[in-house]
């Protein structure tokens, strides 16, 4: 299984960027998918997640200004994101939780794409 990030760019203060990350292989089913980010010198942080069934979980520092969503016949999962800080500044890596049958599951992560903000 694979998984390909795009979207990533350099945006000033207050603009918008779409992240995109379609999981390609050998999928039975795609369970929970979200996006987590590092900034220089931090951890990893959750930023979103969404569930298969449409449920959305999101940090305190993104609700109301990002949107996840999810495309279950394209395994493709999206980050909207808008009025951007600088402090959102940092590599975005998708994530998602992958079956492989009925009786296997595991996790996968993306590439990373940076995510540069301007003020």
């Known amino acids: 299984v694979q998984l390909q990030a795009s979207g990533g760019g350099l945006v000033q203060a207050g603009g918008s960027l779409r992240l995109s990350c379609a999981a390609s292989?050998?999928?039975?089913?795609?369970?929970?998918m979200g996006w987590f980010r590092q900034a220089p010198g931090k951890e990893r942080d959750l930023v979103a997640t969404i569930t298969d069934g449409g449920r959305t979980n999101y940090a305190d520092s993104v609700e109301g200004r990002f949107t996840i969503s999810r495309d279950n016949a394209d395994n493709t999962v999206y980050l909207q994101m808008n009025s951007l800080k600088p402090e959102d500044t940092a590599v975005y890596y998708c994530y998602s939780q992958i079956s492989h049958n009925r009786w296997y599951r595991r996790d996968y992560w993306g590439q990373g794409t940076l995510v540069t903000v301007s003020s």
């Open positions: 292989g050998s999928i039975f089913r795609i369970n929970d």
